[in-house]
């Protein structure tokens, strides 16, 4: 199984980035997907996620009417367009695959993408 994460980079407050995340090795329509970050010295948080068909998504109130969680499930890829950045965003992000089946839950993350802000 493989999660890579692409689209990090530097950009300054106010600015945009796509990030994305190419899966293989799972069935990825059959997987529920989701962005966390993790900031120096701070918890991994949960920024979006997306239901395996696209038709249900969630934020965490920091980012909601900034960011948008996607995906196509034809690409076995997920996105996340991030706008009006802040320094505050600055952390690792990491993209997660989770699908249960009868009494297991499969769960795979990516290595993380690093995005920073500067202000």
Known sequence: VQ????GGGLVQAGGSLRLSCAASGITFSANAMGWYRQAPGKQRELVAAVTSDGSSTNYA??????F????DNAKNTMYLQMNSLK?????VYYCHA???????????WGQGTQVTVSS
């Open 3 to 6: 999660l890579v994460e692409s």
């Open 61 to 66: 109130a920091s980012v909601k009417g900034r």
């Open 68 to 71: 948008t969680i996607s995906r």
């Open 87 to 91: 320094p505050e965003d600055t952390a």
């Open 98 to 108: 989770q699908r249960t089946r009868g009494t297991r839950t499969y769960s795979y």
